[in-house]
């Protein structure tokens, strides 16, 4: 497995470019079933996550060709409608597939999907929205065998504003019978992605990106080429590495209309934003100031992918910070892995109390999530000395080429896979 070894004090500076977003490019995947023909997408980024997608789409039939950041999936035919578990459990995001296989086969079978380890993640808005829509759901042990032979509408009103949920149902309505309303729905960017898609193929999707979405269903669906929006919590990680790391950065390929809900957090901590043209320049102080509050909230709130790497920065910051987790209860796990830096975080009753440090030490950490593990690299490069971070498989679910990109920005980091690491061993002992 590989590591990242980091040498910690050195200062960014210079370019980073943000790839396009993973939250957008996985629903995105999984809806060109819906369409048989050939789907052309660009900006796709080089992501595990993207990997698992892909061998879901090719093992259920789809052909799938990459061209440097353009995938093109060719869902003409389709030969099979059950994913097995292994694949679903690769990622959370699988669960995606349901719809949208289901809109396309009429039956399918699939298991619970897998994902970070960030609490419990239940899938029941998604299993009681595509029954609202017709489908008939069993569950089989950890399994579920699901029948829909036509969705119609319906008025799906959601507890919760679930991202996921709000995909799977938007891609099982838009070949579906009448309309659709789904009423708090997620408003996150990746939600308005996902329908500008699918309406260049010809669904009538409105209101994405609102709490109140509509889908009139649509007869067929016809091939079309889209273009990924850029990862707004990469530029807020790489944002954040800057806060904590460098004088000034500059962020390229940046939408700063999706990254409001963070603007006021870099601005409290005392850094100085300037935007032109998808270009972020962040300049830091020497010391970055204290956040009173933060709560994790659905889009356009404060997100929740953003609370680990946000943290990382608040370490050496001056004066206590709070940030609450109103999203996942489990996701905190990075906190004693911080702490190993000499951080010093507390929890108490879901929130994280972050006492600003003035040092920062190298030491050795693992990855525990996806945004965890990216908070670890925040860290390290801000710690005096050498750290290791481990289980990085997390980092390259949602970061392409992390430590190439650093590196350029002026970070003394490295991937050392461990099987390289026993050969040199082996090399010097004989
Ligand atoms: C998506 C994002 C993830 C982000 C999260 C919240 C993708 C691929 N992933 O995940 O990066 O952290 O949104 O912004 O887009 N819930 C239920 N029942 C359900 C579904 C969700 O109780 O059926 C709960 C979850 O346990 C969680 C909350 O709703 O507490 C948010 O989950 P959801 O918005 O569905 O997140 P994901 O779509 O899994």
Redesign the pocket.
Known sequence: MDKLVINGGKKLGGEISVHGAK?SV?PILASTLLIKGESVIHNVPSLTDVDASVRILEYLGAKVKRDGDVLTVNAAEITKNSIPEDMMREM??SIIFLGSLLSRTKEAYICYPGGCDIG???????ISSLKKLGAVITENGNCLYCKAPSFHSAKIILT?P????TENIIIASVLSRGKTTIINA?R?P?ISDLAAFLNSCGARIFGAGEGTVEIEGVENLYPCEHTIISDRIEAATYMSAAALNAEELTVKNVKIQHLSPILPVFAEMGCRLRYDNGVMKVSSPKRLKRVRYIKTMPYPGF???CQAIVMAALTKSYGTSVINES??EGRFKHISELNRFGADITVNDGSAIINGVKSLYGANVYCTDLRGGAAMVIAALAAEGKSTVRDIYHIDRGYEKIEENLALAGADIKRISDEKEETDTAKEKS
């Open positions: 939250n996985l959370r995001s419990v993640r239940p899938i029941d808005l998604h919760f679930s991202v996921g949920a997620a996150e990746e997100p929740t992918d999203i996942f």
